[in-house]
């Protein structure tokens, strides 16, 4: 038996109602954390997660936020844990590293809301204010962002993991990326398509407001990331993806965007220069728009207004080669640093080549050029027939026959196992904008500029809508049947089938544990407010004393506060002591960007 596990029950015991402990109870699966410092803060969560799991409720600070200047360790993979503040807009959390280091499990429920949280001047690797891996029924709500762009992105997703944020309130100036969702890399272009299915990274009835213009921080996704858009209100900030292009990894295999209302507005202070390039720009995988406004200011020029779809590994392209050999019709095969099932053995990266001496080049003596494809499972690494299943052979490359290399490893209009899965719009318009590039009332469409896209074959503008199906149809062709919510698409033998079905909305997880308000817990301490260049450096405030009243499993989410009231005291530190050395975890460890 895990001796932490074990102990549990007398370390919670201890701390129910033992003086100044940094966990007390709330009721039944319910810890109270004895402030909003990151400390107190973790001991709730690991005393939660030695138990039954539960929720953690975390007071509000008696004056400044609190300073965080690390991340809180969250291990959902041991039970179920909602986590939640009094209120978002009075737990109010400055952090200059990473807040919530979460990892999951599918089927286990973790919930983070009711919470403020804003940037400070950055103390470690800031590329993202909560970050989680693994799991399918993650749900972060509730919260406000305050931020000047400090953190690379908000939220970001690793490996293959699943989840809903919603109801997110963001103000600032500089932006920081909304959301970055990743998978597995590239193994996760081997699952089926699924779109509109829950495995994705849902973001939904969120209000997102920048003053200030950066389009390289868009929403983001790479690494097989499957991300659904939908019904938020997006200012400042536009939809956009990697490909297999500027990094080492995979192309963002699907993006779903519908009902959603972007503003790009001229209100002060506005950007000085007064230009957005386009309006969404993804570089690779498939994808559904429809039913999207923006809203332009009339100073502001749109400089193509439309949704670009780009290749960076296209050979006239400045600046997407950097780490792939460009799609221009060679034969390239993957180095042997990576095995069969794409997983990194040596070197760094992975890296397409011509010739054994590419590898040699960029990874190192003793690599060779080794991996071809499967001659239709494009995913499927091979060196030789017997690697590829039954009926296909190992004879095919990374980027296609064609003289400009089509089609482009991972490029638009292509899904699970580099089938052809075309980008689909319709009902999508603009107004505003200045001078010739403004317009009311008009229709978006797909744009691009390289010889590897082409329309009605990598992307469809315009899909007609209507309750009847038309009698006959083309290779791909689509139709949304508005009675249905289904997109239909042709098949190779001119017979329409279901290609996507609209998600149920609210996302199922919006019924789950709400969180709601996190009640009347007392206040915590709060960390002096530091200057501008030393986040967290003021010492420490005192803790209030925990609420009064007791909610118990079932209760209603308004109910808060804790089981005991507790005056401070020096024998407090004892159960914290013993609950840190029981229960220690090792920190998990992610590449950034």
Not at 51 to 71: E, L, Y
Not at 528 to 552: K, L, R
């Amino acid at each position: 038996m895990n001796p932490s596990r074990a102990l549990a029950p007398a370390i919670a015991a201890l701390l129910v109602c033992r003086p100044a402990a940094a966990t007390v109870s709330c009721g039944q699966d319910c810890y109270q954390a004895d402030s909003c410092e990151q400390a107190a803060v973790q001991a709730a969560v690991d005393a939660a997660l030695a138990q039954n799991g539960g929720t953690v409720k975390i007071p509000d600070p008696a004056g400044a936020p609190c300073q965080w200047s690390k991340a809180v360790q969250v291990d959902g993979t041991l039970a179920p844990l909602d986590i939640v503040g009094q209120s978002q807009d009075t737990t109010r959390i400055r952090v200059s590293e990473q807040a919530f280091d979460v990892a999951g499990k599918p089927g286990t429920r973790l919930t983070i809301s009711q919470l403020q949280l804003s940037d400070a001047t950055c103390t470690g690797t800031c590329d993202s204010i909560i970050g989680v891996g693994g799991g399918d029924q993650w749900r972060f709500h509730h919260l406000r962002f305050e931020t000047t762009g400090v953190f690379t992105r908000l939220f970001r997703t690793y490996g293959q993991t699943f989840g809903l944020i919603d109801h997110v309130t963001v103000t600032g100036s500089t932006p920081s990326e909304f959301v970055t969702v990743d998978d597995e890399g590239f193994p996760a272009w081997k699952r089926p398509l699924d779109l509109g299915g829950l495995a994705a990274v849902y973001v939904e009835d969120s209000d997102i407001a920048f003053t200030g213009s950066w389009e390289g921080r868009p929403f983001d996704g790479e690494n097989g990331g499957r991300m659904v858009v939908r019904k938020n209100k997006i200012r400042n900030q536009m939809l956009g993806s990697h490909g297999l292009d500027s990094g080492f990894g995979a192309s963002i295999f699907s993006v779903i965007a519908y009902s959603n209302s972007f503003v790009l507005d001229d209100d002060a202070p506005a950007w000085s220069s007064k230009t957005w390039g386009r309006l969404a720009h993804f570089r690779g995988g498939t994808g559904i728009l429809y039913d999207n406004d923006w809203t332009i200011g009339g100073d502001i020029w749109i400089g193509a207004a439309h949704i670009d779809l780009a290749i960076y590994r296209t050979p006239t392209d400045a600046g997407g080669n950097e780490h792939w050999q460009p799609c221009d019709g060679s034969q390239y095969r993957m180095c042997s640093n990576i095995g069969k099932d794409w997983s990194l053995q040596s070197g760094n990266f992975p890296y397409n080549c011509k010739s054994d001496q590419d590898c040699v080049d960029e990874i190192g003596a003793g690599t060779t050029c080794k991996w071809k494809t499967c001659s239709v499972s494009k995913l499927e690494l091979c060196a030789a027939d017997g690697d590829c299943p039954s009926s296909e052979t190992c004879n095919g490359y990374l980027d296609g026959p064609a003289a400009d290399g089509y089609p482009c490893y991972m490029q638009p209009g292509f899904g699970t196992q580099m089938q052809r899965a075309p980008w689909y719009e319709w009902g999508n318009t603009r107004k505003g904008g200045e001078g010739s590039s403004g317009c009311n009332g008009c229709d978006v469409d797909f744009g691009e500029d390289v010889s590897q896209l082409e329309p009605g074959r990598d992307y469809f503008d315009d899909v007609p809508v209507g309750t009847a199906l038309p009698a006959s149809c083309k290779p791909h062709d689509g139709f949304f049947h508005t009675a249905e919510r289904v997109l239909y698409a042709c098949d190779a033998a001119g017979k329409w089938q279901k290609h996507y079905t609209e998600p149920p909305y609210p996302h199922p997880l919006q019924g789950g544990s709400s969180g709601g308000t996190g009640g009347s817990a007392g206040s915590g301490g709060s960390g002096g407010s530091g200057g501008a260049g030393a986040a967290g450096g003021g010492a420490a405030g005192t803790a209030g004393a925990a609420g009064s009243g007791g909610a118990t499993k079932g209760e209603s989410d308004d109910d808060g506060g804790c089981g005991c009231t507790l005056p401070r005291s020096e024998s407090s530190g004892f159960g914290a002591l013993a609950l840190a050395l029981l229960l220690a975890r090792a920190r998990r460890h992610r590449p950034s960007c």
